[in-house]
């Protein structure tokens, strides 16, 4: 596989975008892009599962999703390929905020809305659980248990934190790791079956 992190790359530069019109716009971006249960289930804006994966509240929530990002992209976009890379992303992010919306109506928070990449860079840290325990040695300095503590410490710290939306990076972490299982057995497959 090549080194290039197009998807990645593309990724990083839509939510660069994406930040710098919101800064402009007066909130209108966040009016119609953030996803509540709201939102979602009465309004029927069912858009906002991707929308709000595009929005960052501030520039330290923009740098941080877009350094980790940017970190994962170089690791996972070469082993598992743009397409690959790029719909793990996706799914991871869409799931995230599919169990995000149902764990705030399981605490009664129909309205809150959020918005941010994290879903899907949890997401991008399952797959690369995934890629640890499938392909061991072609990731040399990436082990399941390193990746793990890191998981368990990020979840953990921002535990508490009324901003951070936890349920989406649990549930990324977990709609993550389920499609880089999937990934790497249909590899797997591809390259000893035919």
Same mark, same amino acid.
């Given at each position: ?47 906002? @599962?991707?929308?709000?994966? +595009? &929005?960052? =509240? ?9 350094? #980790?990002?940017?970190?994962?992209g170089l690791m996972i976009e070469k082993e598992i390929g743009h397409l690959a890379f790029a719909a793990a992303y996706m799914v991871s992010g869409i799931g995230g905020n599919i169990i995000s919306l149902f764990f705030k109506i399981h605490i009664g928070e129909w309205y809150v809305e959020s918005i941010g990449a994290s879903g899907a860079v949890f997401g991008l840290i399952g797959v690369l @659980?995934?890629?640890?325990? +499938? &392909?061991? =040695? ?9 990746? #793990? ?46």
């Amino acid at each position: 596989m090549n080194n290039k992190w197009y998807a990645s790359g593309f990724i990083i530069v839509i939510n660069i975008i994406l930040f710098l019109l919101c800064t402009f716009d007066g909130g209108m971006l966040y009016n119609i892009g953030g996803i509540s249960p709201y939102s979602f289930f009465e309004e029927k804006e069912y858009y906002r @599962l991707v929308s709000s994966m +595009f &929005l960052h =509240g501030d520039i330290q929530h923009l740098v941080n999703n877009m350094l #980790l990002l940017f970190g994962l992209g170089l690791m996972i976009e070469k082993e598992i390929g743009h397409l690959a890379f790029a719909a793990a992303y996706m799914v991871s992010g869409i799931g995230g905020n599919i169990i995000s919306l149902f764990f705030k109506i399981h605490i009664g928070e129909w309205y809150v809305e959020s918005i941010g990449a994290s879903g899907a860079v949890f997401g991008l840290i399952g797959v690369l @659980l995934m890629l640890a325990l +499938f &392909l061991r =040695g072609r990731l040399p300095n990436v082990t399941p248990i390193r990746i #793990l503590i890191v998981i368990a410490y990020s979840i953990y710290s921002n535990w508490g934190n009324g901003r951070i939306d936890n349920a989406a990076h649990f549930g990324g972490v977990i709609v993550g790791a389920t499609a880089g299982a999937a990934i790497c057995l249909i590899k797997h497959y591809i390259t000893y079956k035919l």
